[in-house]
Structure formats: C-alpha cells, structure tokens
C-alpha cells in the first residue's frame, strides 16, 4: 500500500508496513522522566499517542499529578511497573476518546493533512506502521532508524503540522502538548495487539461521525471515569507494594516537595 493510502471505508487511519524491531533486554536502555517515563532503546519501536493541547482539562490534569504523588514509589521495572504504566495510560486513554477541548481532527481535510504529514516522513530516518487520527489525538507505531532520535521525529511532525491547522484555520497559536505518551513495544503479541487497537480506534471514530458544531461530548462523565479508575488503581498499587514491602523510589521522577 503506498505511503498515505487508506484501506477501503477507513477514514481515519492506516497501516503501513514496519520492520518490527522489539525491546531487547540485552541492550542498553535510557531512561529520563518528565510528566511521563521514557525509556529509549536504539532501533526500538515505540507506540505513540500525542495529543491537542486542550484535550484533556485541569481539573483532570491536577488529579493525575495528585494520583502520581500518592503512588507508592517504585523501581523503573518488574510487575508493578508495568501494572502503573498501563493503568495510567488506560486512565488517561478514556479521558481522550471522551474528546474534550477544540478537536480540530474532526474536521476531514485537517485529518487528512495531518495523516499526509506524518506518512510522507516515512524514509530514511523512519519507519511508520499503523496510524490513526482521532478528533483530539493521535496514535501512531514508529521506529526511528539510523541516527534519528524519536524525539526529532515528534518535534518534526508537531511543527509541521502545527503549521498546516493553523494554516488551514486562520488562527495562530498552540496546537500540540509538549509531552507524549510512548512506549517500546515489547514483542510481537503487543505488536498485533497495539495494531488492533490503533486500527479498531480508526473505525469506531469514522463510525461515530461528528457532531453538530464539531465539538467533543461533555466530558464530565468521562471526567468522573477518569477519577474512579486512578483512585482505585492507586489503592490496589500502594496495597501491593505495602505488603511486598519494597523499597520507596519515585515511579514518574516528581518530587511532591
């Protein structure tokens, strides 16, 4: 399929042939943290989300900062840190397709510049597998290649297409948030897996359609979804590791002083 197509009745994303390179246990690794961990492997492939910079409100952001502080600290591996990097992203996940915020994706041709932008970097320096452009986000498997960094590659594709919505709307101003979400795909099953759900959010996002005004649904019961669900996994978590009776560390680098 040439870089940009679409399959038949998909709208909203594509798939696009990627030489899956899983995380290695055997080679180095380097970790930094800011809101979000990353961890950066050479070759690795990464699923990707970033999103518009109003797509999720304060009231969420404040209780997710809260939620991470009161997180039993843990090591940066082993069970308990996968459990916490999947349940935040879950989280965070129902928050999103609750489409807060301006949903400048909504609009078809914007869609279709932003899906253009991002298929047309694929050289060289990147290779892109599945992608899908929700109304306030994106999802997107990528493997920076050679030299390039996966943080050149989003700053490339943010300011690129920045540019083209602002562009198209007659506006100026922010588009993007800063961070992303990204995560090195461990293995195959998780590479099939992650596929299925960029491709299955690309569906159900085409199905849905938009509604009058183009704006998102009223967020607040995603809002109070989005609450339970990090309340609740950050009692299971501190109960776990309570009684494992690990040793304290920060899991997301933020010092609460």
């Given at each position: 399929?040439?870089?940009?197509?679409?399959?038949?009745?998909?709208?909203?994303?594509?798939?696009?042939?990627?030489?899956?390179?899983a995380?290695?246990?055997?080679?180095?690794?380097?970790?930094?943290?800011?809101?979000?961990?990353?961890?950066r492997?050479?070759?690795?492939?990464?699923?990707?989300?970033?999103?518009?910079?109003?797509?999720?409100?304060a009231?969420?952001?404040?209780?997710?900062?809260?939620?991470?502080?009161?997180?039993?600290?843990?090591?940066?591996?082993?069970?308990?840190?996968?459990?916490?990097?999947?349940?935040?992203?879950?989280?965070?996940?129902?928050?999103l397709?609750?489409?807060?915020?301006?949903?400048?994706?909504?609009?078809?041709?914007?869609?279709?510049?932003?899906?253009?932008?991002?298929?047309?970097?694929?050289?060289?320096?990147?290779?892109?597998?599945?992608?899908?452009?929700?109304?306030?986000?994106?999802?997107?498997?990528?493997?920076?290649?050679?030299?390039?960094?996966?943080?050149?590659?989003l700053?490339?594709?943010?300011?690129?297409?920045?540019?083209?919505?602002?562009?198209?709307?007659?506006?100026?101003?922010?588009?993007?948030?800063?961070?992303?979400?990204?995560?090195?795909?461990?293995?195959?099953?998780?590479?099939?897996?992650?596929?299925?759900?960029?491709?299955?959010?690309?569906?159900?996002?085409?199905?849905?359609?938009?509604?009058?005004?183009?704006?998102?649904?009223?967020?607040?019961?995603?809002?109070?979804?989005?609450?339970?669900?990090?309340?609740?996994?950050?009692?299971?978590?501190?109960?776990?590791?309570?009684?494992?009776?690990?040793?304290?560390?920060?899991?997301?680098?933020?010092?609460?002083?």
């Amino acid at each position: 399929m040439a870089a940009g197509a679409s399959p038949a009745g998909l709208t909203h994303g594509f798939r696009m042939a990627i030489d899956f390179h899983a995380f290695d246990v055997n080679k180095p690794v380097c970790k930094y943290y800011r809101d979000l961990p990353h961890w950066r492997q050479k070759g690795a492939t990464y699923f990707v989300t970033f999103r518009l910079w109003d797509s999720l409100p304060a009231s969420a952001l404040e209780h997710l900062h809260a939620i991470r502080r009161m997180l039993v600290r843990v090591g940066d591996s082993g069970e308990s840190w996968v459990e916490a990097d999947r349940a935040l992203f879950l989280a965070l996940k129902r928050f999103l397709d609750a489409e807060h915020g301006a949903c400048f994706m909504r609009n078809p041709e914007i869609r279709g510049l932003i899906e253009e932008s991002l298929a047309r970097s694929e050289g060289p320096d990147c290779q892109l597998g599945a992608l899908s452009v929700m109304p306030n986000h994106v999802h997107v498997l990528v493997r920076p290649v050679g030299n390039c960094e996966l943080e050149d590659l989003l700053q490339t594709w943010k300011s690129v297409t920045a540019h083209l919505v602002n562009k198209h709307l007659g506006r100026r101003g922010r588009v993007w948030q800063d961070e992303a979400y990204d995560r090195i795909v461990r293995n195959t099953v998780e590479l099939a897996r992650t596929e299925r759900y960029i491709l299955g959010n690309a569906t159900r996002s085409a199905a849905a359609g938009a509604p009058p005004g183009g704006r998102g649904r009223p967020p607040t019961r995603a809002l109070d979804r989005f609450v339970v669900t990090c309340d609740a996994f950050a009692l299971r978590l501190c109960r776990k590791l309570c009684r494992q009776n690990l040793r304290q560390r920060w899991v997301f680098g933020i010092n609460p002083h």
